[in-house]
């Protein structure tokens, strides 16, 4: 009888290629570090996060704008002395305790109106999100007792986004750099061969910075979800369903006590949403890595916007709604800005015209070298 050959010669492999799993561990770390630092990754969602919380904090600036001097300025019942005096203690620190002068809080006040706006609008925004980040921590830092705690993951967020490429995409920088090219003003700019090796390193300082961003922020939101899913699970009212049924009589989280009396009246509704508010949060990191979390982010969604308006926590809420937008693929921001166009041009007729990789032409090419 004759005897069988290899499975490496029946599958007919090249001679001197290396077919051993242990070998492939390595090229695949290698293509994933190459991934890591030659381009970086999640662009859109970087940009709906910048979008998303400069937004955020400017709507909140403008509603608190009548009780700023309660809240942040010299006349707030924690004062400018207090909050130097917990500095001590936390290490914090704020430009508003800087002086007690209220023209300078004023200044303050005006400057972080004007970064939170360039930062949504995505203006210089290399130096714009250091700005924005230096402002949402002082105002942090300044009435860290008065305000609802949605401002502290808009503090995380802004510290993080500092790393990313967060302006490559639905940006004034964008805009600016698309339209350069296309007058050929990049083209016509001299490069020597000193430089080359240079403009190499920043591209690959960006992309691992931008990148570890990402995951970061990533990794941030995780842990959130999943401690907060883990802290219930040790609770009782949790376990028993009656957790939201003493949540919706609290008086300080009752903007329309109308509203939370007709939710409070369906007992089986109320547990319901206890169970699956813990099951959806210990489940959160482990459902990423498939199509089950687009469903789960949906039902976060929900969970979220029921949240802003039983509880009166529109801050918090909107916080964690924008954060979950960086789980979603860059496909999902291409095919809503497609469909956001094609929905512009069902009222004018016109076209959009694509780049020569097939991408809208409003967005600049992703290796190109920009600000962010």
């Known amino acids: 009888m004759e005897t069988e050959q290899p499975l490496a010669a029946r599958r007919r492999i090249p001679e001197g290629s290396d077919t051993g799993v242990p070998h492939r561990v390595p090229e695949r770390i290698g293509a994933v570090l190459t991934v890591l630092t030659e381009r970086p990754v999640s662009l859109y969602a970087a940009a709906v996060l910048r979008i998303g919380y400069g ?13 700023r001097d309660e809240i942040w300025g010299p006349g707030s019942p924690w004062t400018p002395g207090l909050a130097r ?19 300078y809080f004023e200044a303050c006040y005006a400057l972080a109106l004007i970064t939170s706006l360039l930062f949504l609008l995505g203006w210089r925004t290399r130096a714009v999100s250091v700005l924005f980040a230096v402002v949402v921590a002082s105002f942090h830092a300044r009435a860290i007792f008065m305000t609802d705690g949605g401002d502290n993951l808009i503090l995380l967020m802004a510290m993080y986004l500092v790393l990313t490429a967060c302006g490559r995409r639905w940006s004034l920088d964008a805009r600016r750099i698309r339209l350069r090219a296309s007058d050929g003003r990049a083209a016509r700019t001299p490069t020597s061969r ?9 591209r690959t300082l960006t992309a691992v910075l931008h990148n570890c961003g990402m995951f970061v922020i990533a990794a941030q939101v ?16 949790w376990g028993n369903g009656t957790a939201l049924h003493y949540v919706l009589n609290l008086d300080l989280f009752r903007p329309w006590p109308e509203l939370s009396l007709m939710a409070d009246e369906h007992d089986a509704l109320i547990a319901v949403a206890c169970y699956l508010t813990v099951l959806l949060q210990v489940a959160f990191p482990f459902v990423l890595f498939g199509r089950l979390k687009y469903p789960v982010l949906t039902m976060l969604l929900g969970m979220h916007v029921g949240i802003a308006v039983l509880m009166g926590l529109p801050l918090f ?26 929905t512009g041009r069902g009222t004018d007729g016109g076209t959009a015209r694509l780049s020569a990789r097939g991408e809208p032409a409003l967005v600049p090419s992703q290796l190109t070298p920009s600000s962010r």
């Open 55 to 67: 937004f955020l904090y400017l709507v909140f600036l403008l509603r608190e704008f009548p009780h």
């Open 222 to 237: 995780c842990f959130l979800y999943g401690s907060a899913g883990l802290y219930k699970v040790q609770g009782g009212s």
């Open 85 to 103: 005096q917990l500095f001590d203690q936390t290490g914090w620190a704020s430009i508003l305790t800087l002086s007690d002068n209220r023209v």
């Open 317 to 342: 809420s909107g916080a964690m709604i924008i954060a979950d937008a960086v789980f979603l693929p860059d496909r999902f921001y291409r095919a809503a800005g497609r469909l956001w166009r094609r």
């Open 194 to 202: 000193r430089a080359a090796p240079l403009r190499e390193s920043r």
